[in-house]
């Protein structure tokens, strides 16, 4: 029996990674750069396992050049990356540095020079410190700085990056930011976690309004939404509503008024206890809901809920580091539950299907709407083997798995122009510092040498024949 033929993916679709500027550039106090709230967070003892900085990280503000070329051999034709706010605008407010500019302009063309499609998002979590002490995301006057700042780096990029992102997972910035206080700045108030999450919308489009304003109309603006794939317990009523809650808090309260519009009326009623929503005005919403090019969608495991029974308590933190907080407001009646199957080493359950039903939500959701997958990927505990080669298979089986699940979408119609990779190279994964690598390149954090990892090298090789190889050859090819 002949082999089947592998899967073909578009011709034009684009096979990237991704990686944000706190967890990879280091630097932290070179050129003008000023303090944001991870660094504040990461030097607070206790916050982060092993008391890790990303002080250092992985030193990609001196060795981006060397690892532009390595995504180069590997054959990727795209890299999504952060820039980081207070390398450009030291206070969070005013004129740019450009000092920190040149960094990303010289990236950008590195990029370019050789072949590799930049998309680049603004604001991946690091806050200026400056504007978190003058009360951060739960206050208005931080939205009205995030479209300052989105101006200037529009001005400064528009020419030569087409893909724009605002922000990446609103979701993390309110909900574990402000929530659970798991995420720098490390707050636990619900009321502020709502705020907060108004005010990352309003900052979204404000700053749309004005990429808009100063880029070529070409250019495509998105937002990275990293709603939860919920899934209920059981098909009792009152666990659909646990599923349909933690739905709302997670997705609804971004993509309502984002693609709609509205925030959803039963979040309003909800969240009563917690908060008035006096905070939003009048006009917020038409700010908040502009047209957009399309959306990223980032996507590593389910979400298992069910009513709070007295029996039913599951973790409250769903996976997102521990805390005595729950990072989701007014939501006491919802167990959260281990959903069955392999796991990675974050403890996060393997399953593609929820990125299928990820794209096909918003494939319904946005039409019209060109569909990036911005974030997947796995965590696990890779060692280099004797002779220095890092063998990953279990990663290798869950790109293939994830990717088959995004080829399936495609061939059902959905529109998903690529795939960004999490992460390029091992990183500081936040709260877990270095402990969790999520590298398709593995790092020696002691030299820093970067080693492509077998799963590098065979996602190298789907970007290259546009096919997904098989993964018994993982590790052989190259
Ligand atoms: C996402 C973040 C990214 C990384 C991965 C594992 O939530 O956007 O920075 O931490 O999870």
Known sequence: MPEPMPAAFPPAFLWGAATSAYQIEGAVREDGR??????????????????????????????????????ADLGLNAYRFSVSWSRVQPTGRGPAVQRGLDFYRRLVDELLDKGIKPALTLYHWDLPQELEDAGGWPERETAYRFAEYAGIVGAALGDRVEQWMTLNEP???AFLGYGSGVHAPGRTDHAAALRAA???????????????????????VAVSLNTAVVRPLSRRPEDLLAARKIDDLSGGVFHGPILHGAYPERL?????????????????????????DALGLNYYNPTLVSAADADARGPRSDG???????????????????????????????????LYDMIMRYSREAPGLQLFITENGAAYDDKPDSDGRVHDPERV?????????VHRAIADGADVRGYYLWSLLDNFEWAYGYE??????????????RTPKSS???????????????????????
């Open 456 to 478: 590098a090298l065979w996602y190298g090789e789907a970007a290259r024949t546009g096919t997904l190889p098989p993964v018994e050859t993982a590790g052989r090819t190259s």
């Open 268 to 292: 309003f009623e909800a969240t009563a206890s917690v908060t008035d929503w006096s905070h939003v005005q009048d006009g917020d919403l038409a700010a908040i809901h502009q047209p957009l």
């Open 198 to 220: 108004h005010h990352l919308n309003l900052a979204h489009g404000l700053a749309t309004t004005a990429l808009r304003s100063v880029m070529p109309a070409r250019n495509s």
């Open 320 to 354: 997102h580091g521990e805390s005595d907080f729950s990072p989701w407001p007014a939501a006491d009646d919802v167990a959260f539950h281990q959903s069955p199957g392999e796991r990675t080493e974050m403890g996060w359950t393997v399953d593609p299907t929820g």
């Open 397 to 405: 089986a869950y790109l293939n798995g994830h990717l088959s699940a």
């Open 171 to 173: 979701w993390c910035s």
């Open 34 to 71: 000023t303090p944001s709230i991870w660094d504040t967070f990461s030097h607070t003892p206790g916050k982060t396992a092993g008391g890790d900085t990303g002080d250092t990280a992985v030193d990609h503000y001196h060795r981006y050049r060397d690892d532009v070329a390595l995504m």
């Open 436 to 449: 969790k690598r999520f590298g398709g390149v593995y790092v020696d954090y002691v030299t820093l040498e």
